[in-house]
């Protein structure tokens, strides 16, 4: 036995190794496609379209009879209650003791009081309309009533919604749904009165009628202590009657029907109401997904034992092929061995996996080759491009440094000739705070706040030359003071707005300075108030300031400006952007752009 059990085991064996060598000289893309077809196509197409559109056909038919079921029962219960009403009703009209109480005459109040009570007791009209759930009341054209009790006069009535909701049907029995004034009290309800012409004498002729206001809440109730499954609507003329979902109150008025309604009804019913048509609509109370798994769970279970059995089975014969010749190959990447790129001692099977493990030892061989020889022109290539553009930067730096120590000498110079004052002491301070910033170079990018203490430095030194005639104000948010920004940048656009600025502008010059954030961007607003230029050319600069390069700096002009725009777009990889306004005789404002990030300590930096 156990030898027999071997030998089957050894024959299974044996045929997956044939199978799946097989598999190995299939293409890739066949491969896909099979298991595409085996293990989803398949199982998914007979298992689950047969058994899921059986359930769905038997669930659909069973709540489409449930639903007319529901239909009839409504159906059954209104028109039972109506006409429980409409024979009600048909009892006064012919009770010979009604007609001929609305057809005497009465000579006063006092004779109809007494004509009143002797009508109750003769013709026991109170034990029949009193004991029922009905609120009845006849109204008749005849001068001698009295309003009160079951009787009034017509003329009180006559304006009403539902009279002339009567009259305009000619019809003798008419069941009109209205929202007035309730009897005895100042709110509005929604009323169902059955209303009777009494021309009982006089065939088709008097306006007398008797009306019978059904018990709107204990229908409304009838429908919630049914406890239906679906939701129900009893309509009439666009209008919700009834319904078992809580909408509305017996005090709010009639809503709408709409086309939510009609549109989602799983079934429509009309029935006949004495003149009117009522419309029954009923929507399915949809069951969740679990109540549905739950009710089905037996073919839920066998749905997922054939979508997991059968794809694992083929599944398992595919992975020698497939899956451990990638690993192979992935395995291969995954090694470290210096600078060589190791080749693979096996390459198996004449589909694509096959073809790309041999590709791959190739391209090992040829990357061996080449790795000494590219590898070492690339670095060279690099160190000559870092070379260079320390050249450019220090060659930056070189330019700007006796640009800004000219303009606060000049500053000194022209205080000691304007004034003849020995008030130095300050300037000089203000100018060794300058200097000591201008000459440390070791790195190009400075804090918010450090390059701030220089410009104001800076303005401080230019007050001392034009007097009353500069002031600046600076507002920065705190969150900034920590952003990095190529040194100089900013106390060169301060520059440029007060010496341009001031030029043949004798009233004060105001300079402002405004450090904020914008959508993810640090914005440097430097305005002033001063002379100001032509439209032309400020469109003109800050196209200039957008591309800067190096060559615009053997230009002249504007020097200061395009070093700074230079510095900046290679500190922030060219994503600055710049904005220039200016108007003649208003001033000037550029504003600077700066996409923000973080570097490796968490400090926000340009």
Same mark, same amino acid.
């Given at each position: 036995?156990?030898?027999?059990?071997?030998?089957?085991?050894?024959?299974?064996?044996?045929?997956?190794?044939?199978?799946?060598?097989?598999?190995?000289?299939?293409?890739?893309?066949?491969?896909?496609?099979?298991?595409?077809?085996?293990?989803?196509?398949?199982?998914?197409?007979?298992?689950?379209?047969?058994?899921?559109?059986?359930?769905?056909?038997?669930?659909?038919?069973?709540?489409?009879?449930?639903?007319?079921?529901?239909?009839?029962?409504?159906?059954?219960?209104?028109?039972?209650?109506? $006409?429980?009403?409409?024979?009600?009703?048909?009892?006064?009209?012919?009770?010979?003791?009604?007609?001929?109480?609305?057809?005497?005459?009465?000579?006063?109040?006092?004779?109809?009081?007494?004509?009143?009570?002797? =009508?109750?007791?003769?013709?026991?009209?109170?034990?029949?309309?009193?004991?029922?759930?009905?609120?009845?009341?006849?109204?008749?054209?005849?001068?001698?009533?009295?309003?009160?009790?079951?009787?009034?006069?017509?003329?009180?009535?006559?304006?009403?919604?539902?009279?002339? $909701?009567?009259?305009?049907?000619?019809?003798?029995?008419?069941?009109?749904?209205?929202?007035?004034?309730?009897?005895?009290?100042?709110?509005?309800?929604?009323?169902?009165?059955?209303?009777?012409?009494?021309?009982?004498?006089?065939?088709?002729?008097?306006?007398?009628?008797?009306?019978?206001?059904?018990?709107?809440?204990?229908?409304?109730?009838?429908?919630?202590?049914?406890?239906?499954?679906?939701?129900?609507?009893?309509?009439?003329?666009?209008?919700?009657?009834?319904?078992?979902?809580?909408?509305?109150?017996?005090?709010?008025?009639?809503?709408?029907?709409?086309?939510?309604?009609?549109?989602?009804?799983?079934?429509?019913?009309?029935?006949?109401?004495?003149?009117?048509?009522?419309?029954?609509?009923?929507?399915?109370?949809?069951?969740?997904?679990?109540?549905?798994?739950?009710?089905?769970?037996?073919?839920?279970?066998?749905?997922?034992?054939?979508?997991?059995?059968?794809?694992?089975?083929?599944?398992?014969?595919?992975?020698?092929?497939?899956?451990?010749?990638?690993?192979?190959?992935?395995?291969? =990447?995954?090694?470290?061995? @210096?600078?060589?790129?190791?080749?693979?001692?096996?390459?198996?099977?004449?589909?694509?996996?096959?073809?790309?493990?041999?590709?791959?030892?190739?391209?090992?061989?040829?990357?061996?080759?080449?790795?000494?020889?590219?590898?070492?022109?690339?670095?060279?290539?690099?160190?000559?491009?870092?070379?260079?553009?320390?050249?450019?930067?220090?060659?930056?730096?070189?330019?700007?440094?006796?640009?800004?120590?000219?303009?606060?000498?000049?500053?000194?110079?022209?205080?000691?000739?304007?004034?003849?004052?020995?008030?130095?002491?300050?300037?000089?301070?203000?100018?060794?705070?300058?200097?000591?910033?201008?000459?440390?170079?070791?790195?190009?990018?400075?804090?918010?706040?450090?390059?701030?203490?220089?410009? $104001?430095?800076?303005?401080?030194?230019?007050?001392?030359? =034009?007097?009353?005639?500069?002031?600046?104000?600076?507002?920065?948010?705190?969150? =900034?003071?920590?952003?990095?920004?190529?040194?100089?940048?900013?106390?060169?656009?301060?520059?440029?707005?007060?010496?341009?600025?001031?030029?043949?502008?004798?009233?004060?010059?105001?300079?402002?300075?405004?450090?904020?954030?914008?959508?993810?961007?640090?914005?440097?607003?430097?305005?002033?108030?001063?002379?100001?230029?032509?439209? @032309?050319?400020?469109?003109?600069?800050?196209?200039?300031?957008?591309?800067?390069?190096?060559?615009?700096?053997?230009?002249?002009?504007?020097?200061?400006?395009?070093?700074?725009?230079?510095?900046?777009?290679?500190?922030?990889?060219?994503?600055?952007?710049?904005?220039?306004?200016?108007?003649?005789?208003?001033?000037?404002?550029?504003?600077?752009?700066?996409?923000?990030?973080?570097?490796?300590?968490?400090?926000?930096?340009?």
């Amino acid at each position: 036995m156990g030898k027999i059990k071997a030998y089957c085991g050894k024959k299974v064996e044996n045929i997956q190794i044939r199978i799946s060598n097989a598999l190995d000289d299939i293409s890739l893309k066949h491969k896909l496609i099979m298991m595409y077809i085996f293990c989803v196509l398949l199982p998914l197409f007979v298992t689950d379209s047969v058994i899921l559109s059986t359930i769905v056909r038997a669930d659909r038919d069973a709540r489409k009879q449930e639903m007319n079921n529901t239909a009839d029962a409504i159906e059954y219960s209104l028109t039972t209650t109506v $006409e429980n009403a409409v024979n009600l009703i048909q009892n006064v009209y012919r009770n010979r003791y009604v007609n001929q109480f609305i057809e005497a005459e009465y000579s006063s109040p006092l004779d109809y009081y007494i004509s009143y009570i002797d =009508f109750l007791k003769d013709s026991l009209y109170e034990s029949v309309i009193g004991s029922s759930s009905y609120h009845t009341v006849i109204y008749a054209d005849n001068p001698g009533f009295i309003n009160g009790g079951y009787f009034s006069r017509l003329e009180t009535v006559s304006d009403s919604e539902w009279y002339r $909701e009567f009259a305009d049907s000619e019809r003798n029995v008419l069941v009109v749904p209205y929202y007035e004034v309730s009897a005895g009290s100042s709110s509005r309800q929604k009323k169902l009165s059955v209303i009777r012409k009494l021309d009982y004498y006089h065939k088709g002729q008097g306006g007398n009628v008797v009306k019978l206001d059904l018990d709107y809440s204990a229908i409304i109730r009838g429908l919630l202590n049914a406890h239906y499954a679906d939701t129900a609507y009893i309509c009439c003329e666009g209008k919700i009657l009834f319904s078992n979902d809580g909408r509305g109150g017996i005090n709010m008025p009639f809503e709408s029907v709409g086309t939510e309604i009609p549109e989602q009804a799983g079934v429509h019913r009309q029935m006949q109401v004495f003149g009117k048509v009522w419309e029954i609509y009923l929507i399915n109370r949809k069951a969740t997904a679990m109540e549905v798994i739950k009710n089905n769970r037996a073919l839920v279970l066998l749905l997922l034992m054939v979508n997991i059995l059968l794809p694992l089975a083929f599944m398992r014969l595919l992975n020698r092929s497939f899956t451990v010749r990638l690993r192979t190959l992935g395995e291969i =990447f995954e090694k470290e061995n @210096g600078d060589q790129l190791p080749p693979l001692m096996e390459t198996e099977g004449k589909d694509e996996i096959g073809t790309l493990m041999r590709s791959y030892n190739q391209m090992a061989q040829r990357m061996n080759d080449l790795i000494q020889t590219v590898y070492k022109e690339k670095l060279k290539e690099q160190e000559m491009d870092i070379a260079r553009q320390a050249a450019e930067l220090l060659a930056l730096h070189n330019q700007i440094n006796p640009h800004f120590l000219f303009n606060a000498l000049e500053s000194i110079r022209m205080h000691s000739i304007l004034k003849k004052e020995y008030e130095t002491a300050n300037m000089v301070e203000k100018l060794a705070i300058m200097e000591r910033q201008n000459v440390e170079w070791s790195n190009d990018s400075v804090r918010i706040d450090e390059e701030i203490r220089f410009v $104001e430095a800076y303005l401080d030194l230019q007050k001392y030359r =034009f007097g009353e005639r500069l002031s600046y104000q600076i507002d920065v948010e705190e969150r =900034f003071r920590e952003t990095k920004i190529p040194k100089l940048t900013l106390v060169t656009f301060v520059e440029n707005a007060c010496v341009h600025g001031m030029e043949n502008k004798t009233s004060v010059v105001w300079i402002f300075v405004r450090i904020s954030g914008r959508d993810g961007r640090l914005c440097i607003e430097i305005e002033d108030t001063g002379a100001g230029m032509p439209s @032309g050319q400020a469109c003109e600069l800050q196209e200039k300031m957008n591309l800067a390069k190096m060559e615009q700096l053997k230009e002249k002009g504007r020097v200061g400006i395009l070093n700074a725009c230079i510095r900046l777009k290679m500190m922030t990889k060219r994503q600055v952007l710049f904005e220039l306004e200016s108007e003649e005789g208003v001033g000037t404002m550029v504003t600077i752009h700066i996409p923000l990030e973080k570097d490796k300590e968490g400090e926000k930096t340009c």
